[in-house]
């Protein structure tokens, strides 16, 4: 199984929060540390005992709201 290692601090806007989380949980391995579903926001660790989260993944803007 890939492994994330000695990533720093990542903010991604994702359209689809719960997908891209089952995306950085089931594949990649690393592990919901904090999350509000209704602001939209999940952090992730690689190694929750190490550091609190390296990627922040935020609900983006629907597709009609782009410039």
Known sequence: MA???NLGHVG???RDIERM???YRDFMGMQVTKQNWKAGIVFLSGDP???DH???LVRGRPD???P
């Open 49 to 51: 005992v190490a550091v």
């Open 3 to 5: 492994r994330v290692r």
């Open 12 to 14: 991604i806007y994702v």
């Open 64 to 66: 009609g709201d782009n």
């Open 54 to 56: 390296e990627i922040a």
């Open 21 to 23: 989380v089952a995306f």
